[in-house]
């Protein structure tokens, strides 16, 4: 059983007013569990609204979204929900209101209601997850953080929790490549040790190309396509869609074969590219 | 959300768009006053909001948007027509043990909601057919002669228009939180009241932390743009133009909200 | 011209320490330069923008734009109409609550008389293409849309040079993309001079000279092509591009490829030769 489907998933803001918008069109997707799932979409595709719908934050329009197999329109189940989804928005760092880091961390625990030795425990799993040294930091106020930092600690508040889903929004949106760092390798344990399933929303198409067994693309509010990778970009690079998501180096395998030359566009990584390119120039050398 | 949000400036091309600020500030002024006098009974208050309807109607803004809007201070009328109709001592008429109602009640609690209801469409016709910046530009025109009084007119009128420009940012922003923290488990529409009122403090403190960071991001940007307390921005003000509609305004305004005080009131 | 001669920035600490954010660097901006900064978080990128319009000034050393120094403050204002600033977060900069006259605030600011005030409101506001918003409220804007907009209201304050401290890093790819096409406009059409700090290293490889900070200094200075190429680069913790990687991978296969390539177009127009 999927951990995740959603079936003709429609939401529509402000129904009935002249500000209505279909934000979702019949979007239908499994996740099964312990994937990396990724998704690509531009601003105004329905990515964020999506991820509303994973944790009951937000109910559908039309159409049906099951959770663990059951059904998040119903009032009880879907309150209960944050406990097995853990949703990070974007720049997680503005939700931040506690006087010290281990309060912070803690406050999802306890409303989790374990006992205080286990939430101990698991602020500083949550901190060390995320590539922090609680010694140093459990007694700072984490508003007088840096901005990467506090991301480091908005993160690791969902981690601690252990959650069954996770789901993230830009979770690497204006750090610098050490920061960034940090954000993938917490990920890739949550997935590896914790069998978490990971649902990430991303403009960095590649990280998301690295770590992602399956991918989708939302197109203003449609599922365009979802699947493994290399099917993924397979029909992106078919489709007339705009490639701009797509990382240089793929980019260019597409741009060169829309060319008619030779290459495969099949490959995902920076080597296999240059592979590519470079049979492509010795092969018109000769 | 974005962009119906009542009270917020809707653009239009209506007679009451084009009045000048001020006259519409002093309108406002003249509205909770009449709203606020004592001796206005019932048929003078139901007076002037038909007076504000008819200005609604010129403006364009459509009336029942606005009565709309009203829906959100149910509470405080509830309330306030609770305790006008129980506690209000004077000629009975119904008595349930030890509560009792009577017609001064009555009487009150429904002038206290017509008294509220004009207060409310007062403001809001200011709000909404006045840009922020003609507002304050307004208002500084209005205060300027306290400046000789040492009162910081200028930068009052820059407080003014920082915040009405900021209002739809930061309820954008107050939802985020909430659905942050509600996925985290704060609850705010259940549990005891305690827990809820403690839950506030979840949502309000990263706001206050983003508003504190915005005031010295804001700062930083101002400065680069030249901005210095000292430096009024006479361009603005001296753009504001009296016509002869803004006279009409105001005699209309005299006549139908404060003569009716100042004459009918007692005698009703 | 942008001088900056020997300028040291330290910082207090509250124990009576000091960081050090700038140590001792030298640089040289021409007009009309696309010049794009990089370097890791700490670096001093953000500190050295805010030198350049005299939002801070040097504990040490000398920081002249166009000959006037920004620790004169009888030449402040001159000197903030000159060189205008670009923040990250597009809402914390939009200061008024209509597009038409957050563009005019700065120019206003000038005290400049109001025919001359309209008609460069009216002409930044054709350039960056917001007329459609002319009349509307911030909130209703894209962040890219904000972007341009706090561009707008700097450049009508009429700026020749333009600083940007990483105005893309809360926009979506397609934001990102259309600000980096403006830039590139800004650059050759009205001979702005663009100072460029992004976390974005395909961002910056457009630029026609990156510099890289590392630890308050300049660690490398030249050509993109040259930078990302430098020995020194991978030492600064930055990543390369993919153009830039997929050059150096070929000319480790021996090929004979042109270090200069760094954007994608570039490379497609090398390839298809």
């Known amino acids: 059983m999927p951990i995740i489907e959603t079936r003709d998933l429609t939401h529509i803001y402000l129904p009935g007013t002249p500000y209505q918008r279909r934000a979702l069109d019949e979007v239908s997707l499994t996740i099964e569990e312990g994937e990396f799932v990724g998704i690509i979409g531009a601003n105004g595709s329905g990515k964020s609204t999506l991820m509303q719908h994973f944790n009951g934050l937000l109910i559908p329009s039309s159409g049906k979204v099951l959770v663990d197999g059951k059904d998040t329109s119903v009032k009880g189940y879907r309150n209960e929900l944050w406990k097995q989804v853990g949703l990070v928005f974007q720049f997680p760092e503005q939700q931040i209101f506690a006087s010290t880091v281990y309060d912070e961390v803690a406050y999802g625990l306890k409303k989790l209601g374990l006992a205080r030795p286990i939430v101990k425990q698991r602020v500083e799993e949550g901190l060390s997850m995320v590539g922090l040294d609680s010694r140093d930091i459990l007694s700072l106020s984490p508003l007088c953080l840096n901005g990467g930092t506090r991301r480091q600690v908005a993160l690791a508040c969902i981690l601690a929790m252990h959650p069954a889903v996770l789901v993230l929004d830009e979770p690497t949106a204006g750090l610098d490549p050490a920061g960034c760092d940090y954000i993938i390798q917490a990920l890739q344990d949550m997935q590896r040790n914790h069998k978490t399933t990971v649902i990430m929303v991303s403009h960095n198409v590649n990280d998301l190309i690295l770590l992602a067994d399956k991918m989708a693309f939302l197109d203003q509010g449609k599922l365009m396509v979802f699947g493994s990778k290399t099917e993924v970009l397979r029909q992106m690079a078919h489709r007339d869609v705009d490639h701009l998501l797509l990382p240089d180096h793929l980019k260019l395998m597409y741009r060169l074969a829309a060319a008619g030359c030779p290459v495969n566009t099949d490959i995902i990584t920076l080597e296999q590219a240059t592979a590519e390119v470079s049979i492509l120039i010795g092969e018109s050398a000769r | ?268 | ?273």
């Open chain 3, 1 to 273: 011209m942008i001088q900056i001669s020997n300028v040291t920035k330290d910082y207090p600490q509250g124990t009576g320490l000091r960081t050090r954010a700038l140590d001792h660097v030298d640089l040289t901006i021409e007009p009309g330069e696309f010049v794009g900064i990089v370097g890791r978080n700490g670096s001093g990128k953000t500190t050295l923008a805010r030198l350049l319009n005299g939002l801070l000034l040097p504990s040490s050393g000398q920081v002249l734009v166009d000959g006037w120094d920004t620790a004169d403050p009888c030449h402040r204002q001159d000197i903030r109409a000159r060189v205008g600033m670009v923040f990250q977060n597009p809402d914390n900069q939009i200061i008024n609550p209509i597009v038409e006259e957050e563009v005019a605030f700065g120019v206003e600011n000038l005290n400049l008389p109001s025919a001359e005030v309209t008609r460069r409101v009216d002409w930044v506001i054709e350039l960056m293409g917001l007329s459609e918003w002319r009349h509307h409220a911030p909130h209703l804007l894209s962040g890219g849309q904000k972007q341009r907009l706090a561009i707008a209201a700097a450049l009508a304050m009429g700026n020749s040079y333009l600083v940007l401290d990483e105005p893309t890093s809360m926009l979506d790819q397609l934001a990102r993309r259309d600000l980096m096409t403006c830039l590139k406009r800004l650059v050759r059409e009205e001979k702005i001079t663009v100072i460029l700090i992004s976390h974005s290293m395909e961002e910056v490889a457009e630029a026609d000279r990156l510099i890289v900070l590392h630890r308050g200094s300049i660690h490398l200075d030249g050509s993109p092509g040259q930078v990302f190429n430098a020995p020194g680069f991978v030492q600064t913790g930055l990543k390369r591009p993919p153009i830039p990687g997929l050059v150096d991978g070929l000319l480790k296969l021996g090929h004979q490829i042109n270090q200069e390539i760094v954007t994608l177009e570039q490379m497609v127009e090398f390839l298809c030769q």
């Open chain 2, 1 to 268: 959300m974005k962009a119906m949000i009542t009270g917020q400036y809707v653009m239009g091309d209506s007679v009451i768009h084009r009045l000048d600020p001020r006259t519409k500030l002093l309108a406002c002024l003249a509205i909770i006053i009449a709203a606020s006098l004592p001796q206005n009974t019932m048929p003078v208050l139901l007076l002037n909001i038909l007076f504000i309807i008819i200005i609604i109607q010129l403006s364009k803004l459509g009336i029942f948007n606005m009565l709309r809007g009203l829906k959100s201070l149910r509470v405080l009328f509830l309330l306030t027509f609770i305790c006008q109709v129980f506690f209000t001592s004077g000629e009975p008429l119904g008595q349930w043990g030890k509560v009792l109602i009577s017609r001064e009640g009555i009487e009150l609690a429904v002038t206290t909601f017509l008294r509220l209801v004009l207060l409310y469409l007062g403001a809001s016709l200011l709000t909404m057919t006045t840009s922020s910046l003609k507002l304050s530009a307004g208002l500084e025109s209005l205060l300027s002669p306290l400046s000789y009084l040492r009162f910081p007119v200028a930068q009052f009128a820059m407080i003014i228009n920082i915040s009405l420009r900021f209002i739809p940012t930061i309820l954008e922003e107050l939802e985020i939180i909430t659905r942050a923290q509600r996925s985290r488990g704060a609850r705010f529409d259940s549990g005891p009241l305690a827990q809820r009122l403690k839950n506030t403090l979840v949502v309000l403190i990263p706001l206050l932390a983003a508003s504190i960071q915005r005031a010295n991001d804001l700062a930083l940007a101002m400065e680069s743009r030249c901005y210095s307390a000292t430096n009024t921005n006479y361009s603005r003000v001296a753009n504001l133009r009296l016509s002869w509609k803004d006279a009409a305004a105001m005699a209309l305004l005299v006549l139908f909200l404060l003569l009716p005080a100042l004459f009918l009131g007692t005698k009703l």
